[in-house]
T-cell receptor, first 118, second 112 residues
Framework: AQTVTQSQPEMSVQEAETVTLSCTYD???????LFWYKQPPSRQMILVIR??????QNATENRFSVNFQKAAKSFSLKISDSQLGDAAMYFCAYRSARGQGGSEKLVFGKGTKLTVNP | DTGVSQDPRHKITKRGQNVTFRCDPISEHNRLYWYRQTLGQGPEFLTY????????KSRLLSDRFSAERPKGSFSTLEIQRTEQGDSAMYLCASSRTTAEAFFGQGTRLTVV
């Protein structure tokens, strides 16, 4: 079974600075998706960024980028120019790719609480 | 279309009572998922539908839990004989493909 580990329960960053959230995962599959979701307090979970395992290029979405190291099974999220609105729980998640015979469920880590200081 | 809708947002029930939650997915999303999230944890998968077919159920889903998705549209999650350990946030998500899933705001269940 796949597992996702987020080793940083809490992180803090100064407004306008850069922060990196860590995520490692364990799988025997060769093709899969990795995601970072953001969950603000009392609000719904929203997708921040997605990475397909077959793509070598790291995904980027505006101020958010990932460092995907497939061999090391590592998938970190970098937030540049942090804003107060970035404060939230961040969850790393894994899903098997279609055709692998694996489940379509998302497997989540325990999350990292990000605080942004003004 | 404003996204995935869940009802109710909050539910307080006495131990032993039955509760039912509803999820309305984004239109044309054929995949629908239920997750449970307890405080300080990431969401845990409960069950998954593709159209009206329930394709996967977690071992977390005891016999007291049942989910349906009649006609492949909205879905309901029922918990019978609730226990205090059922207190959690119940999240629904939908997707059109195997790519990203879109989540609702969740139903927070408190069993007293």
């Amino acid at each position: 079974a796949q597992t996702v580990t987020q080793s940083q329960p809490e992180m803090s960053v100064q407004e306008a600075e850069t922060v990196t959230l860590s995520c490692t995962y364990d799988t025997s599959e060769s093709d899969y998706y990795l995601f970072w979701y953001k969950q603000p307090p009392s609000r719904q979970m929203i997708l921040v960024i997605r990475q397909e395992a077959y793509k070598q290029q790291n995904a980027t979405e505006n101020r958010f980028s990932v460092n995907f190291q497939k061999a090391a099974k590592s998938f970190s999220l970098k937030i540049s120019d942090s804003q107060l609105g970035d404060a939230a729980m961040y969850f790393c998640a894994y899903r098997s790719a279609r055709g692998q015979g694996g489940s379509e469920k998302l497997v989540f880590g325990k999350g990292t609480k990000l605080t942004v200081n003004p | 279309d404003t996204g995935v809708s869940q009802d109710p947002r909050h539910k307080i029930t006495k131990r032993g009572q039955n509760v039912t939650f509803r999820c309305d997915p984004i239109s044309e999303h054929n995949r629908l998922y239920w997750y449970r999230q307890t405080l300080g944890q990431g969401p845990e998968f409960l069950t998954y539908f593709q159209n009206e077919a329930q394709l996967e159920k977690s071992r977390l889903l005891s016999d007291r839990f049942s989910a349906e998705r009649p006609k492949g549209s909205f879905s309901t999650l029922e918990i019978q004989r609730t226990e205090q350990g059922d207190s959690a946030m119940y999240l629904c998500a939908s997707s059109r493909t195997t790519a990203e899933a879109f989540f609702g705001q969740g139903t927070r269940l408190t069993v007293v």
